[in-house]
């Protein structure tokens, strides 16, 4: 088979579990945690507070993203879907003037924070690794993808955008206007996962240091918060009209 179709394969396959990121993250957290010096960081209270506020910074700064890109997504473009790529039109002003692949990118910084608030050095440079190789597929079967969809749309826009790292120097504003609803009825997932993950580490970090599991109260509300948090919004989502809109995905 070759190369390019290899790819093809490769990254649609990897499109239909992208969604099974967190399970291996996860798993692979807690042996960074172990041989990070999590006594050290948990001895010293302004070390981990300020790898939580970087973290959190992280993460925050790909929701942000996230929500940009998806607030101003109209219902013709490419949706939440498991079964393979799928789009009706070519987003190519707002925030895909500046990136390609913003959701893709807002990805990264939202796990690039649970990472670095687990404190290994060596753990953030293997999982910006992995996430690469995993998403470079992904993208290139997406853009294999457009480009059949789009032709020379696509080939003129992708020509002028960078993939991965923004760039302002072709921005141009989109009409589409910004919908908090649409970032509410398809962000919570992940918004609750990546608040979980932030609870994971540090009960995983604290388990380590004192041999055995530590229940904090400060846990249990959290989880119960974002618990609460995908529960309501699910909810409105499914059984009832406040966050239905005819013209969003």
Known sequence: MALKHSFEKKGNKLFKFRGQIP???????????YFSGAEMIVANSWVELSLLIGGVLFSLTGQIIRAIAIGKSSK???????????????????????????????????????????????????VCLLFWLYYERIMFAEEVFLEREFGDEYLGWADETPAFIPSRKNFKPTDISFSMKTVFRREYPGVSATIIGFVYVDFVRDWIVAGEPQWKWLHGVVILIALLISFVLRTLKHHTEVL???DRS
């Open 23 to 33: 399970v291996v993250l996860f798993v692979l957290a807690v042996p960074a945690i």
């Open 76 to 126: 013709q473009t490419s949706g939440r879907n498991i079964w393979g790529q799928e789009a009706k039109a070519l987003n190519t002003t707002g925030i895909y003037s500046t990136v390609r692949h913003p959701l893709y990118l807002g990805n990264f910084f939202l796990w690039i924070g649970i990472v670095v608030f687990a404190g290994n050095i060596w753990f953030a440079i293997i």
């Open 244 to 246: 239905r809109e005819d």
